[in-house]
């Protein structure tokens, strides 16, 4: 009963390291997948700032336009105060409805990307968790210990067994000389 404790427990233990090594390889994973979201993240914030810039120029830019339309030749401009001269009108206003929604596939694609580095970050906790339950685990266990233990559990198997079949001899060669009695 010894040794089929021994040896449960060393096939445990070489398991808790393969589970070890497998959750450090899976860390490993995370780690680089972090590193390549968050870089997709800050391009991703850096073209949300200059669309925002540019979603906000343009609305200037169309604001203006439309004050211009409405000036004549000597009006007072609301903005500046000063006397309007017909300066050549924009034919059209910029599109700002398609560079908003442009923006909003962005913030959509953000919000994806940063709820997936918030997956990897919990995945991340919870294999450190697991790591550090094997690993304390692993160190309740006396490897050497048990390796020795276990040489003696098998060679007192060995010899229990040779014990046993010399005792099968013994009384093989008693029977046979009570039928020769007999």
């Known amino acids: 009963s010894a040794l089929i404790r021994l040896e449960n427990t060393q096939t445990q233990s070489q398991t808790q390291s393969q589970n070890l090594d497998n959750l450090q390889k899976k860390l490993k994973e995370n780690e680089d997948s972090k590193v390549i979201l968050s870089e997709k993240n800050s391009k991703l914030r850096t073209k949300r700032k200059t669309l ?9 830019e169309n ?27 924009m034919a059209t206003f910029s599109d700002v409805d398609g560079k908003e929604e442009e923006l909003n596939k962005l913030i959509t694609e953000l919000q994806k990307l940063e709820t997936s580095l918030s997956i990897i970050d919990n995945d991340e906790k919870n294999i450190k968790s697991q790591i550090e339950q094997i690993r304390s685990s692993l160190n ?7 390796e020795k233990e276990l040489e003696k559990c098998r060679n007192y198997k060995i010899n229990y067994n040779v014990y046993m079949e010399n005792k099968q001899e013994k009384q093989t060669e008693a029977d046979r000389i009570q039928k020769l009695i007999n």
């Open 63 to 89: 604001i203006v336009h439309e004050i211009r339309q409405g000036l004549h030749d000597g009006d007072t401009c609301p903005v500046c105060k000063a006397s309007y001269h017909h300066i050549e009108d």
């Open 140 to 146: 309740e266990i006396d490897s050497d210990n048990i």
């Open 52 to 60: 925002e810039d540019e979603i906000k120029s343009l609305k200037i």
